[in-house]
């Protein structure tokens, strides 16, 4: 029996809440979901991994090569000049749902390239580029760059690769056994050696919320650059990058209802145009010699070559629908999915919640380890039942390692699914154990 659990009625900005018959609307914006996996209809409960796409987004980027189709920033014909006109509006689009400046909006490919063109800008800068503007993102032996344990390997292994080129040395904030940061030894681990503190806004594991104003009030207080990696925050909840007071912030285009292959990088404006391009080539640059080039100011300077295109007009397609529906109204409804999720799995056995206790701060995942079962065992089990899961360790094995498992199922939320996906998931997991086998 699924515990019955009000759902909000109003968020916080006072504007009435999502429920069920609205998101019920909602769906039907999104082709793929009137589908049936297996015999069943389709639950689909791993947008942590990638969104569906509503019918809308489809069409922007459909849209963009029936009309608008041509290279941009560099023909001085129609199609051109409009394709740059398009392309740039959703540059502003995207930019303004974060309330970033739209010269401070890289596209990259992903959140995974954002994140290394910020870790070799510093290795660039360590290298002797970008003159004395770049000085405060040169690191050598005896600079420390942290991490945290919890990192998606994303968010970790561009930062292992820049020490191991630049001679610094890297630290990280362990977690407790039940995967929430450890602060209290955040103070003692970031200190007067740090010069870049990565984190994630949101574990992709667990769905629990970092406390980012006190790790940014603690690399402020020695000096250091703050990276957030927002791909699980950004999606699911308000996020305004000012408020947040990050110096970076990476996060992409297809966990957030927009196309694969686009990305963007946050980056206070001052620090872009300090920093040393990461890739280089064309349309990047204002003056090439034999001997050497000069570089456009931000973005440009960080897109090199052809650009995504259709895929930024496509992501500002899915950052206007989300910005219509409203990420207060999201992030409630997702609270409330997650709620309910959690309470219905605390009365089945055999089955652990990982990460920290009930009630902690997080988005609408269910992280879980089935006594007795392996989780792929567990997803094709769901899959069965039309139920689709994340299984695995997520990119996160230090996370895993450090909770006691080398693999979870995970069940993410997103503003289409409804009560009754969970419930179907709920009784999907009651029937796991029994059917394998598995030891009461």
Same mark, same amino acid.
């Given at each position: 029996?699924?515990?019955?659990?009000?759902?909000?009625?109003?968020?916080?900005?006072?504007?009435?809440?999502?429920?069920?018959?609205?998101?019920?609307?909602?769906?039907?914006?999104?082709?793929?979901? /009137?589908?049936?996996?297996?015999?069943?209809?389709?639950?689909?409960?791993?947008?942590?991994?990638?969104?569906?796409?509503?019918?809308?987004?489809?069409?922007?980027?459909?849209?963009?090569?029936?009309?608008?189709?041509?290279?941009?920033?560099?023909?001085?014909?129609?199609?051109?000049?409009?394709?740059?006109?398009?392309?740039?509006?959703?540059?502003?689009?995207?930019?303004?749902?974060?309330?970033?400046?739209?010269?401070?909006?890289?596209?990259?490919?992903?959140?995974?390239?954002?994140?290394? %063109?910020?870790?070799?800008?510093? /290795?660039?800068?360590?290298?002797?580029?970008?003159?004395?503007?770049?000085?405060?993102?040169?690191?050598?032996?005896?600079?420390?760059?942290?991490?945290?344990?919890?990192?998606?390997?994303?968010?970790?292994?561009?930062?292992?690769?820049?020490?191991?080129?630049?001679?610094?040395?890297?630290?990280?904030?362990?977690?407790?056994?039940?995967?929430?940061?450890?602060?209290?030894?955040?103070?003692?681990?970031?200190?007067?050696?740090?010069?870049?503190?990565?984190?994630?806004?949101?574990?992709?594991?667990?769905?629990?919320?970092?406390?980012?104003?006190?790790?940014?009030? %603690?690399?402020?207080?020695?000096?250091?650059?703050?990276?957030?990696?927002?791909?699980?925050?950004?999606?699911?909840?308000?996020?305004?990058?000012?408020?947040?007071?990050?110096?970076?912030?990476?996060? /992409?285009?297809?966990?957030?209802?927009? *196309?694969?292959?686009?990305?963007?990088?946050?980056?206070?404006?001052?620090?872009?145009?300090?920093?040393?391009?990461?890739?280089?080539?064309?349309?990047?640059?204002?003056?090439?010699?034999?001997?050497?080039?000069?570089?456009?100011?931000?973005?440009?300077?960080?897109?090199?070559?052809?650009?995504?295109? /259709?895929?930024?007009?496509?992501?500002?397609?899915?950052?206007?629908? %989300?910005?219509?529906?409203?990420?207060?109204?999201?992030?409630?409804?997702?609270?409330?999915?997650?709620?309910?999720?959690?309470?219905?799995?605390?009365?089945? *056995?055999?089955?652990?919640?990982?990460?920290?206790?009930?009630?902690?701060?997080?988005?609408?995942?269910?992280?879980?380890?089935?006594?007795?079962?392996?989780?792929?065992?567990?997803?094709?089990?769901?899959?069965?039942?039309?139920?689709?899961?994340?299984?695995?360790?997520?990119?996160?094995?230090? %996370?895993?390692?450090?909770?006691?498992?080398?693999?979870?199922?995970?069940?993410?939320?997103?503003?289409?699914?409804?009560?009754?996906?969970?419930?179907?998931?709920?009784?999907?997991?009651?029937?796991?154990?029994?059917?394998?086998?598995?030891?009461?």
């Amino acid at each position: 029996m699924v515990p019955v659990l009000p759902a909000p009625t109003t968020t916080r900005n006072a504007v009435p809440a999502l429920d069920d018959a609205e998101v019920l609307r909602i769906r039907n914006d999104f082709p793929i979901l /009137s589908r049936d996996i297996n015999g069943a209809p389709l639950v689909y409960l791993d947008s942590g991994a990638t969104s569906q796409k509503p019918q809308c987004v489809l069409e922007a980027e459909q849209h963009f090569y029936e009309r608008y189709n041509a290279a941009v920033h560099r023909g001085a014909h129609s199609l051109a000049v409009e394709a740059t006109d398009v392309f740039e509006d959703a540059r502003e689009t995207v930019a303004r749902f974060v309330n970033a400046g739209a010269d401070e909006l890289v596209w990259t490919s992903n959140a995974t390239e954002a994140l290394n %063109l910020v870790a070799y800008s510093f /290795s660039n800068a360590s290298a002797g580029r970008g003159g004395a503007a770049a000085e405060r993102f040169r690191l050598g032996p005896g600079d420390e760059i942290v991490v945290t344990e919890l990192e998606h390997h994303a968010n970790l292994i561009p930062w292992q690769e820049l020490a191991f080129r630049t001679g610094a040395t890297l630290r990280y904030i362990p977690v407790s056994a039940d995967g929430a940061l450890r602060m209290d030894l955040a103070a003692d681990i970031v200190g007067p050696r740090t010069r870049v503190l990565a984190f994630a806004h949101v574990s992709n594991v667990l769905g629990t919320l970092n406390d980012v104003g006190a790790l940014v009030a %603690l690399a402020r207080s020695v000096g250091a650059l703050t990276v957030l990696d927002a791909c699980q925050s950004v999606p699911h909840l308000p996020v305004d990058v000012k408020a947040l007071d990050v110096d970076f912030l990476a996060f /992409s285009g297809h966990k957030m209802l927009g *196309p694969t292959g686009i990305g963007a990088l946050y980056g206070r404006r001052e620090l872009l145009n300090a920093m040393p391009p990461f890739l280089t080539g064309g349309s990047m640059i204002t003056t090439v010699t034999m001997e050497r080039a000069e570089f456009l100011p931000a973005p440009t300077r960080f897109e090199a070559g052809t650009q995504r295109i /259709s895929q930024a007009v496509a992501l500002a397609a899915a950052a206007s629908y %989300l910005s219509e529906i409203g990420m207060d109204r999201i992030a409630a409804w997702e609270e409330h999915l997650g709620q309910r999720m959690a309470a219905g799995l605390a009365q089945l *056995p055999g089955i652990r919640l990982l990460g920290p206790p009930a009630g902690t701060g997080r988005i609408g995942t269910a992280t879980i380890e089935v006594e007795g079962v392996h989780p792929h065992d567990v997803g094709q089990f769901l899959d069965s039942r039309g139920v689709a899961v994340r299984v695995g360790h997520h990119c996160a094995q230090p %996370l895993h390692r450090a909770l006691g498992v080398s693999a979870s199922t995970r069940a993410s939320t997103y503003l289409y699914n409804t009560t009754a996906d969970v419930d179907a998931f709920l009784d999907a997991v009651s029937g796991v154990r029994g059917f394998f086998g598995a030891q009461a």
